[in-house]
T-cell receptor
């Protein structure tokens, strides 16, 4: 079954620590996305990548970093510069350059501060 | 720039009653419209989409949405809800056009709670 796998499901961050959230897809999609979800605010785009070795900042990229070394993988690092990291993080993928195609989502990672 | 407004943050309703979740959007170009559903601690699942053609689109579990271009709306309806429909619903817009990469803009979400 094709899909998107996010891990871990729950993650805790200590003060000053960087943490990395994993996102893997086997849908053969070129485009991948990271969103942050806070109650009552919908989903906000952090970073997106349309092709391997290329990525772009979204609306709230400060305090986050990404890499795209493989088509299947798009990890997100929450750095110590992100002062309010507590949120639900969702990874998605879609067919490149097709705005009429839906994005497919993973089951999310919930990040909390210790 | 495109934007999406979901007019109700929470909608409580009794089982077997009808429900409407409202969504308005703004965009200067043609759009594609989506409704997603999210159950607690899960990702988003596509419920239905409007791409072109008939303005009324339906999902397999009884939801329907109507695209109204003049009112820039895409309201979601169900004639009779079940307890299992309790979830958060998101309206999303993607802009057409040659430079679009498929960015989705989401509304703030509407929490539908179905009471017995």
């Amino acid at each position: 079954d094709g899909g998107i796998t996010q891990s871990p499901k729950y993650l805790f961050r200590k003060e000053g620590q960087n943490v990395t959230l994993s996102c893997e897809q086997n849908l053969n999609h070129d485009a991948m996305y990271w969103y942050r979800q806070d109650p009552g605010q919908g989903l906000r785009l952090i970073y997106y990548s349309q092709i391997v070795n290329d990525f772009q900042k979204g609306d709230i990229a400060e305090g986050y970093s990404v890499s795209r070394e493989k088509k299947e993988s798009f990890p997100l690092t929450v750095t110590s510069a992100q002062k309010n990291p507590t949120a639900f993080y969702l990874c998605a993928s879609s067919i490149y350059g097709q705005p009429n195609q839906p994005q497919h989502f993973g089951d999310g990672t919930r990040l909390s501060i210790l | 720039a495109q934007s999406v407004t979901q007019l109700d943050s929470q909608v409580p309703v009794f089982e077997e009653a009808p429900v409407e979740l409202r969504c308005n959007y703004s965009s200067s170009v043609s759009v594609y419209l989506f409704w997603y559903v999210q159950y607690p601690n899960q990702g988003l699942q596509l419920l239905l989409k409007y791409l072109s053609g008939s303005t009324l689109v339906e999902s397999i579990n009884g939801f329907e949405a109507e695209f109204n271009k003049s009112q820039t709306s895409f309201h979601l309806r169900k004639p009779s809800v079940h307890i299992s429909d309790t979830a958060e619903y998101f309206c999303a817009v993607s802009e057409g056009g040659g430079t679009s990469y498929g960015k989705l803009t989401f509304g703030q979400g509407t929490i539908l709670t179905v009471h017995p």
